[in-house]
């Protein structure tokens, strides 16, 4: 048989992952320091593990409701209030496997074939191909190292047209660690008021914000009515393989997405539900310890890679720096393929997200102290080499 045939063209001609294809060579090197993957090297806090076990000892193995544990979303708008000044309703909520579902059923649920989607970029891997498997066209923005990748007013404005439906804002941003704050929401939230563009706000890193509080751009006046705000447990609570996220938007779109969700994977895995909602309850203080000590490597991280010729913007959001790899006059796939060979530290390549990311890499800082400190030593060695 014919496979290339009978394999759909939007299938066939998405991009592999940038991100997986430098961890996958890493993975076959001894002795290879690895700072290519985004998850958070602590171990789930204790107490929502426990809440976990719990919930299997009682026997709690059964589907959930398709839309979530009605407690959990309850406890999801309880949280958003309390830590992001947000106003939702357990009707307005949606329970979804990862974040990265609640992408996914946004774009299927609003997307029609020749629809646009503005992409800022450089920007997390999967807007993309999620948006042409729906047969929608995306339309990349590109960000700016000057701008400390933000998106600005005039970019936005300038890249809307009449078949524009949705606006994707990653922010804190992955790769760049991009903050937006309110003075820089606002330019946005006026060009899109009045419009019928919507938001899909992923806030997946929400809760690793330095040197402020995040702000939601569903915050703002006139901007709740069109946002669908995506975020998720695994960054801010260490829960990666939970696979938990949520998506809380207008109810008439979460009922869609409901559909589509029930129609895909029925519901969300449910002892990951009933840990989570101890999570949202008992565990602020874990999130603010992690926080503390990422910002810590944070600020080791962009001085030693200034000190070192690398020049970095001040990354205030996630857990990413995204330096400049321009003065080594090489590209950031020949950056990173020479250096995980000659000094064998796996980083990812900026065009991994995009055409605007290129002269760049992202290095995460997900790590240990001591990883990330041998790293950097090898990451000098190879620069001095040059």
């Not at 998850?39 to 398709?66: C, M, Q, V």
């Not at 406890?75 to 909520?93: D, H, K, Q, V, W």
């Not at 704050?181 to 019928?196: Q, S």
């Not at 939970?242 to 129609?263: D, F």
């Amino acid at each position: 048989m014919d496979y290339a045939k009978l394999i759909s063209a939007g299938a066939r001609e998405m991009r592999p992952s940038g991100i997986r294809k430098f961890f996958d060579i890493a993975a076959q090197i001894e002795g290879c320091i690895s700072l290519g993957v985004g998850e958070p090297d602590f171990k789930t806090p204790w107490t929502i593990r426990d809440a976990g076990i719990r919930s299997l000892e009682k026997g709690r193995t059964f589907y959930t409701a398709n839309a979530g544990l009605a407690g959990l979303r309850q406890e999801i708008c309880t949280y958003l209030a309390r830590r992001m000044g947000l106003s939702y309703e357990p009707a307005e909520t949606l329970v979804t496997v990862g974040g990265s579902e609640a992408i996914d059923l946004c774009v299927r649920a609003l997307i029609n074939p020749g629809d646009e989607v503005i992409i800022p970029e450089p920007c997390f891997v999967c807007y993309d191909p999620i948006t042409t498997l729906t047969g929608g066209v995306p339309v990349p923005v590109a960000l700016k190292a000057e701008d400390e990748f933000r998106l600005t007013a005039g970019a936005l404005s300038a890249a809307i047209t009449p078949k524009t439906k949705l606006l994707i804002f990653p922010f804190p941003a992955n790769p760049t660690g991009a903050v937006m704050r309110r003075e820089d929401l606002e330019p946005i939230a006026e060009v899109l008021r009045g419009t019928d563009i919507i938001v899909l706000a992923d806030e997946i890193y929400a809760e690793l914000t330095y040197g402020g509080q995040h702000v939601s751009i569903a915050s703002l006046p006139g901007m709740k009515e069109r946002t669908v705000l995506v975020s998720g447990f695994s960054k801010t609570y260490a829960m990666t393989g939970w696979r938990l996220g949520y998506a809380c938007g207008p109810r008439e779109l979460i009922s869609v997405m409901t559909k589509v969700h029930q129609s895909a994977l029925m519901c969300a895995p449910t002892t990951s539900q009933y840990a989570a909602i101890t999570a949202l309850r008992r565990c602020d203080a874990d999130i603010e310890a992690m926080r503390d000590e990422y910002d810590m490597r944070r600020r080791m991280l962009v001085s030693r890679l200034n000190g070192m010729g690398l020049t970095c913007f001040d990354p205030q959001g996630a857990f990413y720096a995204f330096p400049s790899i321009k003065s080594t006059g090489l590209s950031s796939d020949e950056f990173c393929e020479r250096l995980l060979h000659s000094q064998k530290v796996a980083v990812v390549p900026g065009s991994a997200f995009g055409a605007s990311g290129e002269g760049h890499v992202r290095i995460s800082y997900s790590y240990s102290v001591a990883h990330l400190d041998e790293a950097l030593r090898r990451i000098e060695n190879f620069l001095r080499e040059l």
